[in-house]
Every structure is written in structure tokens, then in C-alpha cells.
């Protein structure tokens, strides 16, 4: 039975080739993107199987008139993909005021308001699956990417917490974490002015790693959209799914030294309960 799809970020990366693979499919999608025509040419070739609206996501009213625009044209929507964001890159101080502002507006607090937005359609439709795409970045860390992950640890910790605020209704959330990708998200980063104090850091390194190509990127897009669409057809997904081996070991190490450091602390952990 095909499904109806709202996915945000559909101009470019994991978005565009999610929506082109479910189109083919035969599925209807409802694609937001920022810049208007992006999409003509899918348009033309599926009809009315795909509506284009235009959305930027530090817009908080634009996200509740799309969201209502979209439910109210297609009747139902089955998976609301949470797609759209960017990198910020750069040492912490490295970074202007309005760039951190911009990045949480974006990847953080619109994606809260995005899902904020539609579980009252997902409530009334009796349920509905939301779809988070964060990253390996939500759960470790890199340098040169404060920012970046400030806004995806932030937003698994808000999907973890709904997720149990909504699951009487019949609405379940996958968080996505994929690790470095050959999508546009590199090209896409918006940078920090550098300071030459930190040419001889670990966020230097990262740099110089991006900067001549040797910062290794495995992730194939192809392969990460269709383990997503995958998860998103199955009866009961995992909460989250870790995509690519870099991924995998990243995070894996990055639980398993967390929890070997609370086990260290387990005694004083203890000795601050009450007698």
C-alpha cells in the first residue's frame, strides 16, 4: 500500500533522493524546500503525487501554515520526515553570534517546531511515524563542530522525551544517525572566521583533514536513504538507527567509554543520596 510523506530539506542531499525514491515507488511526498523551482522537474514528471512548499525552517509561523497546508491537501500523511539543517563549522569562539543563532534556530528549535506542528494532525489521524534525521554528532563528538552538535544532541534528547509523551496516541519517532556521507553537506558548511591560536589543535587538524581531502567519508547516500525507507515501512523500528560503519564505531566507543567513566563513579554517585 503506498504512503503519503512530508520531508523537509527536499532541495538537495538525503532529501532529494528520499523523495525521488519514493516517488518511484509510487508513494505521494510533500517536499519542502527553501528556494523555489528545485523540484520542477520531478513536479512534471509525478503530478500530483508530489506538492512542492516552499519553507524555511527558522520561520516558526511559515511552519505551522505549511504543516496545515500539507495535511489539509493530502488528507493523511503516514511519515513526516524531519530532513532540513546544516553544518556550522569552526572552533567555538570562532564563531559569530548570529552563525549560533542561525544554526539553533535551524537545526534545533525548527526542528522542535516542526514536530511540535504536526503531532496534533498525527494525533487526530489516530497516528504516525516521525522521522528525525540527526547523525553520528548526536551522540559523539568531533572538533570544529560545537555548534553542530549542540543542536542534534539537543534534538535527540527532545525526540527521546516525546517519544513517550505521544506513543499512547500511536505516533513513533526514528532518530537517523548517519556518519560522514557523499552528500552536499560538506560543500554546504558554513564557516567561522579561523584564529591562527588554534592551528595546532585538534580543530586544526579537522580542518586541514576537510581542507585536502583526507578527512574520510564511507557513508553512500543511496544506501542511507534506502536503509531509512526501510525503517520507516517497518511495524516497530528502532527509536534510533546508526547508518555506516563510521557510525557504528563512533558511537559504539563513544557509549562504551561514557559508561566505563559513570561505572568509575558509581560510589560517588551513591554517596549523595540521603541517609
Known amino acids: 500500500m503506498s504512503k503519503t510523506w512530508l520531508i523537509t530539506g527536499a532541495s538537495s542531499g538525503l532529501g532529494r533522493l528520499m523523495t525521488e525514491r519514493l516517488l518511484a515507488r509510487g508513494d505521494r511526498v510533500v517536499a519542502t524546500l527553501r528556494r523555489e523551482g528545485v523540484l520542477d522537474e520531478l513536479q512534471q514528471a509525478h503530478g500530483e503525487r508530489l506538492r512542492v512548499l516552499t519553507l524555511d525552517l527558522t520561520d516558526v509561523p511559515g511552519i505551522h501554515e505549511v504543516t496545515r497546508q500539507a495535511f489539509e491537501r493530502m488528507g493523511r500523511i503516514d511519515v513526516v520526515v524531519s530532513n532540513a539543517g546544516y553544518g556550522l563549522f569552526g572552533a567555538a569562539e570562532e564563531l559569530s553570534d548570529e552563525q549560533i543563532d542561525h544554526q539553533i534556530a535551524t ?3 525548527g526542528s522542535i ?3 511540535r506542528a504536526v503531532l496534533p494532525h498525527l494525533r487526530a489521524q489516530g497516528g504516525g511515524r516521525i522521522v528525525q534525521v540527526s547523525s553520528e554528532g548526536g551522540q559523539k563528538a568531533y572538533p570544529n563542530f560545537s555548534l553542530y552538535h549542540a543542536t542534534k544532541w539537543g534534538i535527540e534528547g527532545f ?5 513517550q509523551d505521544v506513543a499512547p496516541f500511536g505516533i513513533d519517532f526514528i532518530i537517523v544517525e548517519p556518519g560522514p556521507t557523499a552528500t ?4 554546504g558548511l558554513v564557516r567561522g572566521a579561523p584564529m591562527e591560536v588554534y592551528d595546532a589543535t585538534p580543530a586544526g587538524d579537522v580542518r586541514r583533514a576537510l581542507a585536502d581531502g583526507s578527512f574520510e567519508i564511507k557513508g553512500d547516500a543511496a544506501r542511507t536513504v534506502d536503509a531509512i525507507i526501510t525503517a520507516a515501512d517497518a511495524p516497530t523500528p528502532p527509536l534510533r538507527l546508526a547508518l555506516g ?6 558511537v559504539k566507543q563513544a557509549l562504551e567509554e561514557r559508561l566505563q567513566a559513570l561505572e568509575a563513579q558509581r560510589d560517588v554517585a551513591f554517596s549523595a543520596d540521603v541517609d
Open 159 to 163: 525526540v527521546e522525551s516525546t517519544a
Open 245 to 250: 560503519s563510521t557510525a557504528y564505531t563512533g
Open 184 to 187: 552536499d553537506f560538506a560543500a
Open 113 to 115: 517546531q516542526l514536530i
Open 107 to 109: 537545526n534545533l528549535t
